[in-house]
């Protein structure tokens, strides 16, 4: 469990919170917390020794990534939502991290922790290329190899039907459209997105200023997404309004 739960449970056995953390910092076994780990607030994940690699050590590691909002939880479920499988250059998109920025968990970092803890591994699809995959022990489903295909196939029909659409309706600049696919990632500030292109239509562009905003789109092709899965996108455009960016976002 996350420090702030165990704290709880030592105030409610009478222990007040500066004791309870003082506690935890000298904590040994049986008790034990990944020291590589940072959860949001400098909180970390406790565990008893014996349940290391267990399934309720699994289950309970995932469920504090994601009850936390830390930017691990939210690529577990951005992954799960692309059916826990996904070229890697896909990653920068779907982690909800920023390539870049101070005081930020950069997407680096958000890989290396993933893959540390056991929750995600690289492998290799004849058609796909490198790839990252949700491992079994996180308890979430990975979808066939031929299914993610599949999907990738329809995602781009549909990423090339908005592209087509956004040109000839003259929301975009013609010629400066990048997609998901395309030789690099489309990218807006320090975020990949499956689609992005500069736009002076008003109110996203700046006329007097002569500044161009941007419209960008990520794709999940799938029925019934959930809130969380889809908050890697929601993360990035929040940031990005939170920075003061001209943008106008589609899911």
Partial sequence: MDSSRLVALLRAAGVTDSAARKRLQRATAPVASLRDLRLPGGGRFWHL??????KEYWRALVAALEDTQSIYGVALNALDAHGGLIPAAQ???VSGAPQRGA???VLPEVKRTLEDLGLMEE???PELGACLRLASVSGFRVAEVRERRAARLAERVLLEAFKEWTRKLGLVSYEKVRLRGDDEVPVFGPY???YSAPSYVHPLGDAPAARCGFLVADVVLRDGVTLKQCEYFLRKAKELARNNCL????A
């Avoid at 020794?49 to 267990?54: D, E, F, K, R």
């Avoid at 943008?247 to 589609?250: E, K």
């Fill in 91 to 93: 990653f920068s998109i």
């Fill in 192 to 194: 990949g997105f499956d």
């Fill in 103 to 105: 005081g930020h968990v």
């Fill in 49 to 54: 020794v014996q349940q290391l690699g267990t």
């Fill in 247 to 250: 943008i106008s976002t589609f």
């Fill in 123 to 125: 492998c290799k699809d």
